[in-house]
């Protein structure tokens, strides 16, 4: 389709794995956002990618938490050791510039 | 203090009712400002922006008094389809900040 798409929709981890979450943005949207929401809380904000340039990673809550847009188009949110308090799920969202955000139907992340 | 403040709610309405939400925000820098809209678990989607003249789209009328830092959104003649969790949004540099959002459920 022509929306942003997230894989996998759904992914259950063991505590300490790691985790690799993708986004496939709207083609020719340039900047891409990464957003986590837990139950019952709004959308809180990751980090954000203008082409392949990270602009703004300042939402990423520790250092296990990295994102990457290698050739400004496909966006991959990777996060080590998960946690348990990492169980989330974690929106994509993409822009022609910093207009309307376009959001995938996100990844929901369960860590046990 | 988050910098994005919504009542969470629920808000409980009948059918016809008109509901207003309010939001504050504490960055006064902020930019531009929005309400989205998100049923439940999906993704959130735009319902409009918010203009310092006051805006209004069919039933919905937004509101922003910079002064007071104030972000309001009135929804008329509610419709058992308006029910979903409504989010206050400013935007800060390049990034759009969500607050808690507001969740409103409409009764026949």
């Known amino acids: 389709g022509a929306g942003v798409s997230q894989s996998p929709r759904y992914k259950v981890a063991k505590r300490g794995q790691d985790v690799a979450l993708r986004c496939d943005p709207i083609s020719g949207h340039v900047s891409l956002f990464w957003y986590q929401q837990a139950l019952g809380q709004g959308p809180e904000f990751l980090t954000y990618?203008?082409?392949?340039?990270?602009?703004?990673k300042s939402g990423l809550p520790s250092d296990r938490f990295f994102a990457e847009r290698p050739e400004g188009s496909v966006s991959t949110l990777k996060i080590q050791r998960t946690q348990q308090e990492d169980s989330a799920v974690y929106l994509c969202?993409?822009?022609?510039?910093?207009?309307?955000?376009?959001f995938g139907e996100g990844s929901r992340l369960t860590v046990l | 203090r988050k910098e994005v403040e919504q009542d969470p709610g629920p808000f409980n309405v009948p059918e016809g009712a008109t509901v207003a939400f309010n939001c504050t925000y504490s960055n006064s820098a902020s930019q531009s400002f929005f309400w989205y809209r998100q049923d439940c678990r999906k993704e959130p989607k735009l319902l409009m922006s918010?203009?310092?003249s006051g805006n209004e789209d069919g039933r919905f009328t937004a509101q922003l008094n910079r002064a007071s830092q104030y972000i309001s959104l009135l929804i008329r003649d509610s419709k058992l389809s308006d029910s979903a969790t409504y989010l206050c949004v400013i935007k800060e540099g390049g990034k759009l900040i969500f607050g808690q959002g507001t969740e409103l459920s409409v009764k026949p």
């Open positions: 990618f203008q082409n392949e340039a990270q602009l703004d």
């Open positions: 969202a993409s822009s022609l510039y910093t207009g309307e955000l376009f």
């Open positions: 918010v203009y310092s």
